[in-house]
């Protein structure tokens, strides 16, 4: 016969690291950190080209927004031209420039992102 027997102090300190282990307590603080880092990331400008006559007009930088729900980030810029320059369809001259397309730096910003997440979660079971 097999049995097993629970100590009453170790079964807190299990439910407790379980409750750690719930995503709002996971990822819950580290989304809004994580998505302003990839946002200040996104919305750098590269330095302009040499001989350049073009002024910059700073509308894209100013144009992106966050919004944050509980487990959910929302990174978008409703500039209409965006799209263009860091979005999806990007054309080949801004990707030449230096412009970073958003969709790209949130893949690495997520394996950062994931990373965290794992080490958190082996923390939990380390103490």
Known sequence: MFSVEW????????????NGLYPEELAGKELPHWSMELLQD???????????????TFKLFGGWKRVLQPLQVRLFNPVEYAVFVQGRDQVAMHATTGWKRLHDWAEKHMERLIYKLEMKALGIWDT
């Open 7 to 18: 100590d009453p102090e170790d079964l807190n300190t299990l439910i407790v690291d379980l």
């Open 42 to 56: 996104v919305a750098a400008y590269p330095p302009p080209k040499k001989d350049s006559t073009y002024e910059r």
